[in-house]
């Protein structure tokens, strides 16, 4: 794993901050390149001052996590056939991009549409989903992460400015500008991050339509450490190919021999890590994965 410590930072905080995802990544067939951006802690001052400028007041849990580190970043790729594949992502904006959805054109033309024309107040809540955020005043919504232009998952305020922190919710954003919700929380959030291993496309298997085919192959070969068992079954009406790790990544598993010539003999199955290790209590706890 790269790793470039700022000062004051420590690997016992990075391991407390992924889980000890690394080390069950790193251990998974083909996995490389296994990196986190280390990012110094926000000042007090800082979040003082992004809750004056946006007159909201942010969670406490969302400030603990900007006090432990100003945002995050970590990725993780895979190796097919000499070729380095980057997969994995998983990312929180810093507080200084922590930025209200743009309200203004959706194309830089005149007269051109905005988000709030977009609104439609007849898909309204029903028994089974809460109100949906919307583009105008009534909600002001932040951008958390840009998953890699496949949406954005956003930090909404659904009651309008000023905005209280018990108001807030973690809902995502499709390339449809449909909304989807995910949590009441941002360490619950957090959590859903961590355990989806930042996976291609991982926040659409929380929308009616799910992650699309090539997603899904994926998600067979390194399952996420969630509950969510169904995101893995497949429709009897679409097809994927089952790829076997072992096979796709033989080169994972041989051992270096010192001899040039002769057969090389793959050793055993690596295990991986039975588990991260167990975290200290504190304002923010992401919890600790398990897989099953």
Same mark, same amino acid.
């Given at each position: 794993?790269?790793?470039?410590? %700022?000062?004051?930072?420590?690997?016992?905080?990075?391991?407390?901050?992924?889980?000890?995802?690394?080390?069950?990544?790193?251990?998974?067939?083909?996995?490389?390149? +296994? @990196?986190?951006?280390?990012?110094?802690?926000?000042?007090?001052?800082?979040?003082?001052?992004?809750?004056?400028?946006?007159?909201?007041?942010?969670?406490?849990? #969302?400030?603990?996590?900007?006090?432990?580190?100003?945002?995050?970043?970590? @990725?993780?790729?895979?190796?097919? $056939?000499?070729? @380095?594949?980057?997969?994995?992502?998983? +990312?929180?904006?810093?507080?200084?991009?922590?930025?209200?959805?743009?309200?203004?054109?959706?194309?830089?033309?005149?007269?051109?549409?905005? /988000?709030? $024309?977009?609104?439609? $107040?007849?898909?309204?809540?029903?028994?089974?989903?809460?109100?949906?955020?919307?583009?105008?005043?009534?909600?002001?919504?932040?951008?958390?992460?840009?998953?890699?232009?496949?949406?954005?998952?956003?930090? #909404?305020?659904?009651?309008?400015?000023?905005?209280?922190?018990? $108001?807030?919710?973690?809902?995502?954003?499709?390339?449809?500008?449909?909304?989807?919700? /995910?949590?009441?929380?941002?360490?619950?959030?957090?959590?859903?991050?961590?355990?989806?291993?930042?996976?291609?496309?991982?926040?659409?298997?929380?929308?009616?339509?799910?992650?699309?085919?090539?997603?899904?192959?994926?998600?067979?070969?390194?399952?996420?450490?969630?509950?969510?068992?169904?995101? /893995?079954?497949?429709?009897?009406?679409?097809?994927?190919?089952?790829?076997?790790?072992?096979? +796709?990544?033989?080169?994972?598993?041989?051992?270096?021999?010192?001899?040039?010539?002769?057969? +090389?003999?793959?050793?055993?199955?690596?295990?991986?890590?039975?588990? %991260?290790?167990?975290?200290?209590?504190?304002?923010?706890?992401?919890?600790?994965?398990?897989?099953?």
């Amino acid at each position: 794993m790269e790793e470039t410590p %700022p000062p004051g930072c420590s690997k016992p905080h990075l391991e407390k901050l992924t889980l000890g995802i690394t080390r069950i990544l790193e251990s998974s067939p083909g996995v490389t390149d +296994v @990196t986190i951006i280390e990012k110094p802690p926000a000042e007090r001052h800082m979040i003082s001052s992004w809750e004056q400028k946006n007159n909201c007041m942010l969670p406490e849990d #969302v400030k603990n996590f900007y006090l432990m580190t100003n945002g995050f970043h970590m @990725t993780w790729s895979v190796k097919l $056939d000499e070729h @380095t594949i980057p997969l994995g992502s998983m +990312v929180i904006n810093s507080i200084s991009k922590l930025t209200q959805l743009n309200q203004s054109s959706v194309y830089s033309l005149p007269n051109a549409p905005t /988000l709030t $024309d977009l609104e439609d $107040d007849a898909l309204e809540a029903s028994e089974n989903q809460p109100e949906k955020p919307h583009f105008d005043s009534r909600s002001v919504i932040f951008e958390l992460d840009p998953c890699d232009g496949n949406g954005k998952v956003c930090l #909404v305020y659904k009651r309008g400015k000023p905005a209280l922190a018990q $108001d807030a919710e973690i809902w995502f954003l499709d390339r449809a500008l449909y909304w989807h919700f /995910l949590t009441d929380t941002f360490t619950a959030y957090y959590r859903l991050l961590i355990t989806h291993l930042g996976l291609p496309q991982w926040q659409y298997a929380f929308t009616s339509y799910g992650i699309s085919p090539q997603a899904k192959q994926w998600f067979n070969m390194y399952k996420p450490i969630t509950y969510n068992t169904n995101l /893995l079954a497949e429709e009897t009406n679409s097809f994927v190919n089952k790829l076997d790790p072992s096979k +796709v990544f033989k080169s994972k598993n041989k051992t270096l021999s010192p001899k040039k010539k002769g057969p +090389v003999q793959p050793a055993g199955g690596q295990k991986g890590p039975s588990g %991260p290790p167990s975290t200290s209590k504190s304002s923010f706890s992401p919890g600790n994965p398990v897989r099953k």
